[in-house]
């Protein structure tokens, strides 16, 4: 990459077969240790004369998550030999993880066979390998089936795949053809499906901080009459939920990151609803990447009135709590074939939005109030 030109931002939308470099002697430089989790970092792969390999760049959207890091001092670098692929920043959050650090898996298809294995530098140094542990089974469970390691030390590799992202953030979500194809052929391809065939992702049983829709528990009654199963995925190691997800044929979530994983290994003849739980078209955004990848018949639905934020906070994030339309939620769902019932879903009343935002503070040790600012550009990703 020329040090004077910008890098620039993949397009995803053509094939980018073969946009694979292949670098010798690279190395790979982690974020430093005992530093904070910061949103943009300094790491990814340098090569031997210093430059900095555009490929190792991962972008969210047209940002960039990752930066040209300084040559490590020698005396700090590790030998690696063998022939090897890098994969990016190792997230231990699941929906970027989902995103983010599956983002050049597509090139596995292609280098299966020629690689001793495929490397990722930690997202931040908080224990890489049990970070590692944790996602190898899912990785796994994708297709990629080669020894994973999480480089928590800069790194000397013999030789060195880079491939481009091919999978992101926002105009990014879609994918390169190259991405779809690979997890099409091999995402969950040995999990049996099993479970109901119709559930609700629920967040209810998620700590209170994490965020959800005010009255989740009177929806998921709502939904249980209409013979959905409440499904709380957390509670599932990575195959159980592949397997839920690969059984249902009507699948209702607020907007969260178990919806990439669905994405991955569902179907074209699945329904899906997406209820907006915050600002920021999120709905709008796991819908398109659900229809890109599997062709599944994807609704988003965005019926908040309001959001609920924590009291010290400026605008809506992943931690606050929407307040929805229940009776327009009711006809949207219906419209779209999710539910069949005929008796509506009545407004909740004042009183109980009370009641329900009081009860989310209790349980996050907070209090929530509602935002009443400008909240059309929001958009915040996590669960």
Not at 10 to 36: F, Q, Y
Not at 270 to 280: E, P
Request: aromatic content about 10%; overall charge negative; glycine content about 8%.
């Amino acid at each position: 990459m020329n040090e004077n030109a910008s890098p620039v931002v993949p397009d995803l939308t053509d094939s980018i077969a073969g946009r694979i470099e292949l670098v010798e002697n690279a190395i790979v430089v982690p974020p430093p240790k005992n530093d904070a989790n910061r949103s943009v970092q300094n790491s990814g792969v340098l090569a031997a004369d210093g430059r900095f390999v555009e490929n190792s760049i991962t972008w969210r959207g047209r940002a960039q998550v990752t930066r040209a890091p300084a040559m490590p001092d020698p005396q700090s670098v590790v030998e690696m030999s063998g022939n090897y692929m890098f994969l990016g920043p190792l997230f231990g959050h699941f929906g970027h993880f989902l995103v983010e650090s599956i983002c050049r898996i597509w090139a596995y298809g292609e280098l299966r066979g020629k690689i001793d294995g495929a490397v990722w530098v930690p997202k931040f140094q908080n224990r890489p390998e049990h970070v590692l542990n944790v996602y190898t089974p899912f990785l796994n469970a994708l297709g990629v089936d080669c020894p994973l390691y999480n480089l928590s030390d800069p790194t000397r590799i013999e030789r060195l795949y880079v491939p481009q992202q091919g999978f992101g953030m926002f105009q990014m979500i879609e994918g390169a053809p190259e991405f779809r194809e690979f997890v099409r052929a091999n995402a969950g391809k040995n999990i049996v499906p099993k479970g109901a065939k119709k559930i609700y992702v629920s967040r209810s049983a998620l700590p209170a901080i994490r965020g959800s829709i005010l009255g989740e528990t009177l929806l998921e009654s709502y939904l249980q009459d209409e013979g959905y199963e409440v499904f709380h995925p957390q509670k599932y190691n990575h195959a159980d939920q592949i397997a839920a997800y690969k059984a249902a044929t009507h699948i209702i979530a607020v907007d969260c990151s178990p919806l990439h994983l669905l994405a991955l290994v569902g179907n074209a003849d699945q329904k899906v609803g997406i209820i907006a739980r915050r600002a920021g078209d999120l709905d709008q955004i796991f819908a398109q990447q659900l229809r890109a990848f599997q062709g599944s018949d994807a609704h988003p639905f965005n019926y908040l009135r309001r959001n609920w934020i924590e009291e010290h906070a400026n605008r809506p994030s992943r931690t606050s709590w929407g307040e929805i339309a229940f009776d327009s939620l009711y006809e949207g769902l219906r419209a779209a074939g999710l539910i069949e019932g005929t008796k509506a879903w009545p407004a909740l009343t004042e009183a109980q939005i009370t009641e329900f935002a009081t009860k989310a503070g209790e349980g996050a040790k907070t209090t929530f109030r509602p935002y009443e600012g400008d909240t059309a550009a929001i958009v915040e990703e996590g669960d």
